[in-house]
């Protein structure tokens, strides 16, 4: 087993510690507390090759690995958890259905002006009373000539703002559950889609979250992406990928978390010495670091898998859940560690508490997870 990364893998971690250095560290204090969208900055990334990185060159994608791309997802999330979302959101959830399930003329028209940066992109599969029971939905498809008309309403959706395309979820066939499930492509200008005023979050607060609506919404009859029915195979096809992405977002808000607690270790100075000389402070650390690592390992073997053809749903799974609730555990350990400093708003530690929480939650809840995981190992 090999466990060092390639130089080109290497390569890429330190471009975007520069990039991130220079472009997203000055900013994303400002971007939190505004809260604003680091428009700028998306601009820079998509001038990067970075928001199509695992996508063939041929759709304007950068054709690199998965493992690659989520390297860039974890050095973005050490920087500004905000960014690395955004990016996520348009690079997974919206981009894999459309290079997975489209046609040929689906990919040349909303791929590949997603993979270079023209536009982002949105998955709004949650509803208000739909979460994890995606069979709960309400909102319907019917086929009225050559168009395809949808009513209903998507709440939780990131991007949805500031997206060009949304994938879109909806029933086609209420009577067949999940079966009944179809996705669409909805390009932001159609008739009858409104989007609503960004949702204020606790974290994560530069990436743009809104509800979306559909009153007798029209999209062209080509835009079903998949067969009819296949919406919910699409959704869970397109999660399990995701979930490698938010465990890469919960890996950099961790090590962000232990980066600021050495830092501050080192120079606050009590009973005459640094702190980090108490052997309280150094377990901290140790445990800290420990988990950070496993995560890594969990993470970057989960992308492996994918780049490998092997199954990895369980091995996403796995990484989503250790990582975020490791992301949880260690800035709750790194706003202790700062003290009363580390409670003040403005602060990185603090930055860093609550943009964490939100990795056990969405695509899918750490109590998701262990029933993914379960199912794997009982089936």
């Given at each position: 087993?090999?466990?060092?990364?390639?130089?080109?893998?290497?390569?890429?971690?330190?471009?975007?510690?520069?990039?991130?250095?220079?472009?997203?560290?000055?900013?994303?204090?400002?971007?939190?507390?505004?809260?604003?969208?680091?428009?700028?900055?998306?601009?820079?990334?998509?001038?990067?090759?970075?928001?199509?990185?695992?996508?063939?060159?041929?759709y304007g994608g950068a054709g690199s690995?998965?493992l690659s791309y989520i390297i860039v997802?974890?050095?973005?999330?050490?920087?500004?958890?905000?960014?690395?979302?955004?990016?996520?959101?348009?690079?997974?959830?919206?981009?894999?259905?459309?290079?997975?399930?489209?046609?040929?003329?689906?990919?040349?028209?909303?791929?590949?002006?997603?993979?270079?940066?023209?536009?982002?992109?949105?998955?709004?599969?949650?509803?208000?009373?739909?979460?994890?029971?995606?069979?709960?939905?309400?909102?319907?498809?019917?086929?009225?000539?050559?168009?395809?008309?949808?009513?209903?309403?998507?709440?939780?959706?990131?991007?949805?703002?500031?997206?060009?395309?949304?994938?879109?979820?909806?029933?086609?066939?209420?009577?067949?559950?999940?079966?009944?499930?179809?996705?669409?492509?909805?390009?932001?200008?159609?008739?009858g889609l409104q989007i609503g005023k960004?949702?204020?979050?606790?974290?994560?607060?530069?990436?743009?979250?809104?509800?979306?609506?559909?009153?007798?919404?029209?999209?062209?009859?080509?835009?079903?992406?998949?067969?009819?029915?296949?919406?919910?195979?699409?959704?869970?096809?397109?999660?399990?990928?995701?979930?490698?992405?938010?465990?890469?977002?919960?890996?950099?808000?961790?090590?962000?978390?232990?980066?600021?607690?050495?830092?501050?270790?080192?120079?606050?100075?009590?009973?005459?010495?640094?702190?980090?000389?108490?052997?309280?402070?150094?377990?901290?650390?140790?445990?800290?670091?420990?988990?950070?690592?496993?995560?890594?390992?969990?993470?970057?073997?989960?992308?492996?898998?994918?780049?490998?053809?092997?199954?990895?749903?369980?091995?996403?799974?796995?990484?989503?859940?250790?990582?975020?609730?490791?992301?949880?555990?260690?800035?709750?350990?790194?706003?202790?560690?700062?003290?009363?400093?580390?409670?003040?708003?403005?602060?990185?530690?603090?930055?860093?508490?609550?943009?964490?929480?939100?990795?056990?939650?969405?695509?899918?809840?750490?109590?998701?997870?262990?029933?993914?995981?379960?199912?794997?190992?009982?089936?």
């Open positions: 087993m090999d466990f060092n990364l390639t130089e080109e893998h290497q390569l890429i971690r330190q471009n975007v510690k520069e990039f991130c250095e220079k472009y997203v560290c000055p900013i994303a204090g400002e971007v939190d507390q505004e809260p604003r969208f680091p428009a700028e900055t998306v601009k820079k990334l998509a001038e990067q090759d970075w928001l199509g990185i695992p996508y063939p060159v041929e690995d998965y997802l974890e050095e973005l999330s050490r920087a500004c958890a905000s960014t690395c979302i955004t990016v996520e959101c348009h690079t997974s959830l919206a981009g894999f259905p459309l290079f997975k399930f489209g046609t040929e003329e689906q990919k040349q028209k909303y791929l590949t002006p997603l993979c270079k940066g023209e536009t982002l992109g949105s998955f709004a599969l949650t509803e208000p009373g739909a979460g994890t029971d995606a069979a709960a939905g309400t909102t319907t498809a019917v086929l009225d000539g050559n168009e395809w008309v949808l009513n209903g309403t998507k709440t939780f959706i990131s991007n949805a703002p500031v997206a060009g395309v949304l994938i879109v979820f909806a029933m086609t066939d209420k009577s067949k559950g999940t079966k009944g499930i179809s996705a669409f492509i909805v390009p932001a200008g159609a008739p960004h949702l204020n979050k606790m974290g994560i607060r530069g990436s743009l979250t809104s509800e979306v609506f559909m009153k007798d919404c029209r999209i062209p009859k080509e835009n079903l992406l998949g067969g009819e029915g296949q919406g919910f195979k699409i959704a869970m096809m397109t999660l399990d990928g995701g979930r490698i992405g938010i465990a890469a977002q919960a890996l950099g808000i961790a090590q962000a978390a232990l980066d600021e607690s050495i830092q501050y270790s080192k120079e606050r100075v009590q009973f005459g010495k640094p702190i980090g000389s108490l052997q309280a402070i150094q377990w901290m650390l140790a445990n800290m670091a420990t988990e950070v690592q496993a995560s890594r390992f969990l993470t970057y073997h989960a992308a492996w898998c994918y780049d490998q053809g092997l199954p990895y749903s369980s091995q996403a799974a796995m990484a989503k859940l250790f990582a975020s609730e490791t992301a949880s555990r260690q800035t709750d350990r790194a706003v202790q560690i700062h003290g009363g400093i580390g409670y003040i708003k403005g602060t990185k530690a603090e930055r860093l508490y609550r943009d964490a929480k939100i990795t056990e939650i969405y695509e899918g809840t750490s109590e998701v997870m262990r029933m993914v995981i379960a199912g794997g190992l009982l089936r």
